[in-house]
């Protein structure tokens, strides 16, 4: 059985624990997103990928609320076949969170 060429080989949480083993894991880490993306050209296995973080706010009546943000968000190539990232925008590196 053959894949379709908007179909990726490799899996999001294949995705998510092959960027995590290069990257870290924060200490405030609420999901890692991946999305595929098919850019016409046959291609499949550009990804993109963010990372939602909880950091508390400070409001003006001295309460503490959660304030999510993605501070960290890159655009890959992913080969599913050695499991390793071919090209990233921005570079991966570990995080220092």
């Not at 080989?9 to 894991?25: N, P, V």
């Not at 599913?80 to 921005?90: D, L």
Request: overall charge positive; hydrophobic content about 30%; charged content about 25%.
């Amino acid at each position: 059985m053959s894949k379709k060429n908007n179909e990726s080989s490799a899996s999001k949480d294949q995705i998510i624990q092959a960027i995590l083993a290069i990257t870290g894991t924060p200490k405030n880490l609420v999901k890692v997103e991946a999305f595929n993306y098919n850019f016409g050209e046959g291609k499949n296995d550009r990804w993109r990928i963010n990372y939602l973080l909880e950091n508390d706010f400070e409001t003006d009546y001295g309460m503490l609320i959660p304030k999510y943000t993605r501070p960290h968000s890159y655009f890959v190539h992913f080969d599913s076949n050695t499991s390793e990232f071919k090209y990233s925008n921005p570079p991966l590196k570990p995080l220092q969170c």
